[in-house]
């Protein structure tokens, strides 16, 4: 059975780093592209930050450019989100997600899309205060 789980959420004070993981089981993950997405109460789920599967390329949302960075070990079957300068509009669940596809390059925009991912953890929550 396939199953992300996130970890590394926590309460933060604004200015404040966090990071986060995502293991993945139930097959190996190391060929397939993966992203991380945050959902805040009462908003719609939004893509943070996502990497192709070869780890060459990255992509994040205007919003976190500069200060989240994505990053993975296909040793360890793991992607990170690295959160630096946290603000209180961070704040949200924060949900890894992969694609069962092996190999494939997408353009840019498709990472951006939660239709690509096949694969959702349950999610960590994110809390930073003011």
């Known amino acids: 059975q396939v199953q992300l789980v996130e970890s590394g959420g926590g309460l933060v004070q604004a200015g404040g780093s966090l990071r986060l993981s995502c293991a993945a089981s139930?097959?190996?993950?190391?060929?397939?592209?993966m992203g991380w997405f945050r959902q805040a109460p009462g908003k719609e789920r939004e893509f943070v930050a996502a990497?192709?599967?070869?780890?060459?390329?990255?992509y994040s949302a205007d919003s976190v450019k500069g200060r989240f960075t994505i990053s993975r070990d296909s040793v360890k079957n793991t992607v990170y989100l690295e959160m630096n300068s946290l603000k209180p509009e961070d704040t949200a669940v924060y949900y890894c997600?992969?694609?069962?596809?092996?190999?494939?390059?997408?353009?840019?925009?498709?990472?951006?899309?939660?239709?690509?991912?096949?694969?959702w953890g349950q999610g960590t929550q994110v809390t930073v205060s003011s």
């Open positions: 997600a992969t694609d069962r596809s092996m190999r494939i390059d997408y353009s840019g925009e498709n990472y951006y899309r939660p239709s690509l991912y096949d694969y």
């Open positions: 139930g097959r190996t993950f190391s060929s397939s592209a």
């Open positions: 990497i192709s599967w070869s780890g060459k390329r990255t």
